[in-house]
């Protein structure tokens, strides 16, 4: 039972386009989610996270929005750069406990020059 | 400079050996954390230590130990290795537990083959 989902695994763009990767969850629990970025061979980078209070989470290029209704998060890279091209994983936290993080399977962006 | 590493980056060993995987993290945090990524690509938390306390032990067998010598340092033995434990394990470190300040980063990850 995948808490985190990342329906797609792969997602190509044109350089300069908008990218748009989505997250789905189910735990109505967690109040706290973050994107990572993670290139081959290499440990996950930290990109931009959003607490459940907030709708909307803008940083640069790059900005989060929450759909807490929905269970429904995006990540939306605008304008797209090559150097983009990499695996994005979205990640929740459990409000209670041990605020452990689960992870999505992660969706591929690839950018088009 | 690395904020967090790991060593080795690459493990090929023999079913039935121990094997230990070492973290250092040198930014003060206080909780680390051992990730397991398997071949479909799953990140799943094995274990977190706050303050040297084991936080997080999850469903994972007990030839796995973590061991957490000092606050910078979380070191993972595995006993006994299996073929299923061929994956890409991660460490990481948050500044604190919970809170807006937990954010996690990442060792680059061991690639531990077994044969």
């Known amino acids: 039972d995948q808490q985190v989902k990342q329906n797609s695994p792969s997602l190509s763009v044109q350089e300069g386009r908008i990218s748009i990767l989505n997250c789905d969850y189910t735990?109505?629990?967690?109040?706290?989610f973050l994107w990572y970025k993670k290139y081959p061979a290499e440990g996950p980078t930290f990109l931009i996270s959003?607490?459940?209070?907030?709708d909307k989470n803008e940083d640069g290029r790059f900005t989060v929005f929450l759909n807490k209704s929905a269970k429904h998060l995006s990540l939306h890279i605008v304008p797209s750069q090559p150097g983009d091209s990499a695996v994005y994983f979205c990640?929740?936290?459990?409000?209670?406990?041990?605020?452990?993080?689960?992870f999505g399977t992660g969706t591929r962006l690839k950018v088009l020059a | 400079d690395t904020a967090v590493s790991q060593t080795p980056k690459y493990l090929v060993t023999q079913m039935g050996n121990d094997k230990s995987i070492k973290c250092e993290q040198n930014l003060g945090h206080d909780t680390m954390y051992w990730y397991k990524q398997d071949s479909k690509k799953f990140l799943k938390i094995m274990f977190s230590y706050n303050n040297k306390e084991l936080i997080i032990n999850e469903t994972v067998p007990n030839r796995f130990s973590p061991k957490s010598p000092d606050k910078a340092h979380l070191n993972l033995h595995i006993n006994s290795l299996e073929l299923g434990d061929s994956a890409v394990y991660f460490c990481?470190?948050?500044?604190?537990?919970?809170?807006?300040?937990?954010?996690?980063?990442f060792g680059p990850g061991t690639r531990l083959t077994v044969l």
């Open positions: 735990n109505s629990m967690f109040d706290y």
């Open positions: 990481a470190s948050s500044q604190v537990l919970g809170g807006q300040s937990d954010t996690q980063y």
């Open positions: 959003i607490s459940s209070i907030k």
């Open positions: 990640a929740a936290r459990s409000a209670s406990g041990t605020y452990k993080y689960i």
